[in-house]
């Protein structure tokens, strides 16, 4: 039976959690999903535009917010065995209730989650709940639980899983979001499914292009299950042996012309499908091979070395959801009319949407993808720990099939300040990321073969030839608005660092816009971090008898335990 989907995007209401400066009407505001609390308020007419004057600094009150969103929907038996709740993501600390009933709670803007929730669905009307607790209280509580750690603002960014840039950078304003910021849908399905599908285009030993794939799936049954994968008129039929729950294949596709960055030739793409049984998964790659010289940080493409010209994305817009796809390609037509050949997705953002790199495949912009992380020391002790593994390894999955996407890399100046900006000092020796990433990420990646293309200093080194101490670099901010009245390429970076000797002062800047310096108020006590490997997860209602879940990747769904 053909698995179901059906979006819950519709009927939303968003209330506050406690009074707040604009009096919301009695049954709440209509909340537009994707999207998040700024924005519903805003096409409400409560707040003015965020971007204006100093909006931002009269908005501060929806970040200490408690916010629940709410909606009904019909639901009718569809003769499927199972029905999974998935959120693409959620933004960021919420609980999910399902008629009344709890079934999951969540912590990190950048992963998806999935639960099981057929026993509770009922004929009829449905109500569907998502209550989220203020990003400050959540952060505040886990920074005083863990101790605080250095930083380049003083904000929480460290202690949540969420888009850094929220809390204010020296390019942009400060507006803590909540909200549901990515589609949410009911999946219906018998038997099997196809959990994720990590597709990988590059070349062997010959130069020949062969697509290499491993399999996940979510299963009620033990028995073998046979699949299928089809490229540019080549087709391998495989086995997902019984009782497991992945398989992999490499399959030759000599017919296959290679991908080329824009500077250097063409960008032929190739649909890919995978069947299991009734279920398909449909994708689209590009075949290449990348090389890194580590010493001297060059990137070849086909053997051909690259003369990199690139610029830093930084988010679009405060608020992802209102970015579409047009938008998106008209700014990555300005870096190419710019001479452009190479984007990095600056590490005080998001791993970006589909539409991102499925435009930088097509229009031939390599793409340099930080992980999540950028000025400031990170704390590694639960729930954090867990969060990021669960995080990296979705994300190397989703982003694997891009040919656009040549290097990964660890984070944005955490290294850097760390070494160079009086950090050790002020740490006295409590955790600050050294091993966070390395450790998660191996931990996600392990298992998968082959890796991503060029997973480069994910150990979070110091690029080759950077001098062991000394000053700050003083750089531009990181790009990604292109549009000229917004370039940030002349602007410096704001330090509290000159020479590397910290000038006397607060131990921190000051607001870039207002010049006063940013304070934070207590939290509420967060919840306890779980035990050592069970990580901040979905917790979700039991589903029927029966079903067995062996999801290759149980840390992103709504049971299981992290990998």
Known sequence: MTPRHLPLHDGWTLTADGPVPPALPAGGVPAAVPGCVHTDLLAAGLIDDPYLDDNEERLGWIGRTDWTYRTDFAWAADGHEFTDLCFDGLDTVATVLLNGTRIGSTANQHRSYRFPVRPLLREGTNTLVVRFTAPYTYAEALRDKLGDRPGAYAEPYAFIRKMACNFGWDWGPTLVTSGIWRPVALESWTGHRIAEVKAVGDLDGDGVP?????????????????????????????????????????L??????????????????????????????????????????????????????????GVNWIPDDCFPARVTRQRISDRLDQAI????NLVRVWGGGLYESDDFYE????????????????????PEEQPLYDEVAAEARENLVRLAPHPSLVLWCGNNENLEGHADW??????????????????????????????????????????????????????GPPLGRLEPRRLHALRRHRSPLRGGVRLPGPARPR????????????????????????????????????????SPCPSTTGTGSPS
């Open 252 to 309: 030759p596709v000599p017919g296959a012309a290679r991908w080329w960055p824009h500077s250097h030739g063409e960008q032929p793409l190739y649909d890919v499908t995978v069947r299991l049984g009734e279920d398909a998964w449909n994708g689209r790659t590009g075949f290449r091979g990348v090389g890194l010289e580590h010493e001297a940080f060059r990137i070849s493409v086909n053997d051909e070395p690259v003369f990199v010209r």
């Open 359 to 378: 435009l930088c495949d097509e229009k031939g912009l390599l793409v340099w993808q930080d992980f999540p992380f950028a000025c400031a020391a990170y």
């Open 422 to 475: 009086g950090w050790q000092e002020e740490l006295e020796g409590r955790t600050w990321g050294a091993r966070l990433l390395p450790r998660a990420a191996a931990r996600a990646v392990r298992r998968d073969r082959p890796l991503p293309p060029v997973l480069a200093r994910l150990a979070l080194l110091r690029l080759p030839g950077a001098a062991p101490a000394g000053p700050h670099p003083r750089h």
């Open 511 to 550: 607001h870039p816009a207002t010049g006063r310096q940013r304070s934070a108020e207590p939290g509420r006590p967060a919840d306890d971090p779980p035990p050592e490997g069970g990580g901040r997860r979905p917790e979700a209602a039991g589903g029927p008898g029966g079903r067995t879940f062996r």
């Open 337 to 340: 009319a710019a001479n452009v």
């Open 210 to 250: 062969r697509l290499s794939l491993t399999l996940g799936v979510d299963r009620a049954g033990d028995g073998p299950l046979e699949a299928s994968v089809e490229v540019a008129g080549e087709r391998a039929v495989f086995t997902v042996p019984a009782g497991e729950g992945r398989a992999a294949v490499t």
